[in-house]
């Protein structure tokens, strides 16, 4: 039995009524309608308060980011695992985890918005924290409601940790200052 299949059982035995019912807000959260719902109030806001840059960032990345998932999709076409074991109803293929990129890439992007905005100490510490433990809930999700493999899950965060990482190194780099050299 491979890893996947091991977690996969190990879920099937542990689910509960309630927890069946947590794992289902939980996993709607981080749905495409509910993320792109957060990032469209977020642009907005970072656009109010003259934050252009950051408000690129994060709409950009995540419109990319939902097109480049969609396309690793198609390209690894893997199945899902089998129609008894889930709780919920998907035709799209497997891998990556479309929740677990798409969360990872809205927790990172938000995660550099707190950094840049938002004194250190306790509330930015607890904001980022939060917004790991989201993206952490809702890959579980997956899983837990037979949606995912592990590996999709795993995947899904890799993938979107290094597109978000991507869209904050090109921001942050557009917006540092251009130094010159005098050939000295």
């Not at 039995?1 to 289902?24: F, G, K, N, Y």
């Not at 690793?72 to 109803?89: D, H, Q, T």
């Not at 795993?154 to 904050?168: D, N, P, R, Y």
């Amino acid at each position: 039995m491979t890893v996947d299949q091991s977690v996969l059982q190990w879920m099937l035995e542990h689910r509960a009524p309630l927890l069946t019912d947590i794992m289902t807000v939980v996993t709607h959260s981080g749905g495409t309608v509910a993320v792109f719902a957060v990032v469209a109030v977020v642009t907005i806001l970072l656009l109010r308060r003259q934050h252009r840059a950051e408000a690129v960032m994060v709409s950009g990345a995540m419109l990319t980011g939902w097109a480049l998932m969609s396309s690793l999709k198609l390209l690894f076409g893997r199945m899902r695992p089998p129609a008894s074991a889930r709780l919920v109803e998907l035709d799209t293929y497997s891998f990556p985890s479309g929740h677990a990129m798409m969360t990872a890439i809205l927790a990172c992007v938000l995660g550099a918005v707190v950094v840049r905005f938002v004194t250190p100490g306790v509330r930015r510490i607890s904001l980022l924290v939060l917004l790991a433990c989201y993206t952490l809930a809702v890959g579980a999700s997956r899983v837990y409601l037979g949606a995912h493999w592990l590996t999709d899950v795993l995947a899904g965060w890799a993938f979107g940790v290094v597109w978000a990482g991507l869209w904050i190194w090109a921001v942050r780099r557009r917006r540092a200052p251009v130094t010159r050299s005098n050939g000295v």
